[in-house]
């Protein structure tokens, strides 16, 4: 593979280059992933180049790798960042081999760190009806839209990104369906109700009354641009602080509601990994020990030796 240099980089670097354009044009990564892994491969190339001289992936060894993280973990970052950098670093070298710039990936010979397991964060059932029937947002179309934002995020589950993207085309009224596109360009279909419909319908006709506005997204700001990933945290954080005791107060909270509600009421967990976009059952099963919890609550409270 012919490497055409540019002065003051080094051949790391190049690769590093060459891996970015393959994964926003071939692949087709969305910008925050694209910028989340420049900026972990751009530290591991200057560490290795700081700590060790080095700047050529094929001499790169797994001590070096390790090395690196290491010097997070004292940082005290946290295992489920450090496994991220770890995967990137990964994945970097499976392109490698691919392109046969190197003979092996000595990320493998690595294991991530064992996460202590964290139960999803979610709101009860009287504290969604709270958040999406009793409480008062904003006047006007700022309100809205805060508002439309909450009910999708609750109601179909779906990511602050996919959320970001989501296009005026993609509701689907006569199937009463909503298409998300999710992690790895990958769609799913998620049922929404005729009420949550109707209300999208009424936004979209007062989105139109704006004198400028983004016409193919969803969901716009008052200016008429498009949603971004900052602006729907600060929402949802708003609105969950006068709903919720919970110390967490994202937008996941609303994606982690979503399955729990329907775990609780009976659905097939199968199908929550449908909804979910999820790639494994085994990212889905975490909420069964939410489940778990509710059931012994409900025994506690109703069993006479509860």
């Keep these: 593979m012919i490497i055409f240099t540019v002065p ?12 970015l354009q393959y994964l926003r044009f071939e692949k087709r990564y969305a910008q925050h992933t694209l910028s989340a892994y420049e900026k972990d491969l751009s530290q591991f190339s200057e560490y290795i180049n700081a ?47 691919k392109q046969q710039a190197v ?57 602050r990104s996919e959320l970001v993207n989501l296009k005026e085309n993609d509701v689907e009224k006569s199937l009463k ?30 989105k139109q009354k704006l004198p400028v506005h983004d016409e193919s997204h969803l969901l716009v700001l008052e200016s008429g641009q498009p949603l971004y990933a900052g602006y729907i945290y600060r929402i949802v954080k708003k609105y969950l602080s006068t709903t919720t005791t919970l110390k967490k107060k994202s937008p996941h909270v609303l994606r982690h509601t ?18 979910l976009g999820h790639s494994s059952l085994a990212a889905t099963q975490v909420y069964t020990h939410n489940n778990i919890d509710k059931l012994k609550e409900i025994h506690k409270n109703n069993h006479p030796r509860g």
């Design 8 to 19: 003051g980089f080094s051949m790391i670097e190049h690769r590093i280059t060459d891996y």
């Design 51 to 97: 700590q060790f001289g080095l700047d050529d992936e094929r001499i790169i060894t797994h001590f070096h790798i390790r090395s690196w993280l290491a010097t997070h973990k004292e940082q005290g970052l946290e295992a489920t960042s450090i496994n991220r950098k770890l995967s990137v670093i990964n994945t970097f070298y499976k392109y490698l081999l």
């Design 103 to 159: 003979k092996k990936n000595p990320a493998r010979q690595l294991h991530a760190i064992r996460k202590a397991e964290r139960l999803p964060t979610y709101l009860k059932e009287p504290e969604t009806d709270r958040l999406l029937e009793e409480l008062q947002f904003d006047e006007g179309f700022k309100g809205f839209t805060d508002r439309m934002i909450c009910e999708l995020l609750y109601q179909t589950g779906m990511r």
């Design 177 to 206: 369906q909503i298409r998300i596109l999710g992690k790895g360009n990958k769609e799913r279909l998620v049922p929404v109700s005729p009420m949550l419909l109707e209300t999208l319908a009424e936004y979209t006709a007062e």
């Design 258 to 275: 979503f399955a729990t509600h329907l775990l609780n009421n009976g659905a097939n967990i199968q199908a929550i990994k449908d909804l």
